[in-house]
């Protein structure tokens, strides 16, 4: 029992967050807003410690907020990550390198495809 509570402890402390201490000192260099009432606005933001956000907003087709935007922050090894996103009507989506995509499919997988949407359109089923 207590070498199960010893392990809960060594994990959480691993778990826990670096501490930069430049994040500890960061400032708000840039702030910049504006909403106009009717759906539309845009802000932007960035620290001192590297960190930088934007975004713009529309009133939707279907009653909803799209936006689109981005961020970046630096990296432990000093490189900067950045994400753009859309939000609309059909979804988030995002891009990133640093996002992770599926593998690619073997060329065969494609060809089998290709067949079952030929049979597909001939009528073909199979149970």
Known sequence: MKFLVLSCLVVAAVALPQYDPRDQEATIIVDERSDSGDGNFQYRFQ???????QKVGVPGSQGQSNMNGGFSFTLPDGTVAQVNYVADEFGYRAESPLIPTPHPLPAHVHELLRIAEEQRAAGITFN
């Not at 620290?47 to 956000?53: M, V």
């Open 47 to 53: 620290t001192s410690n590297g960190i930088d956000t």
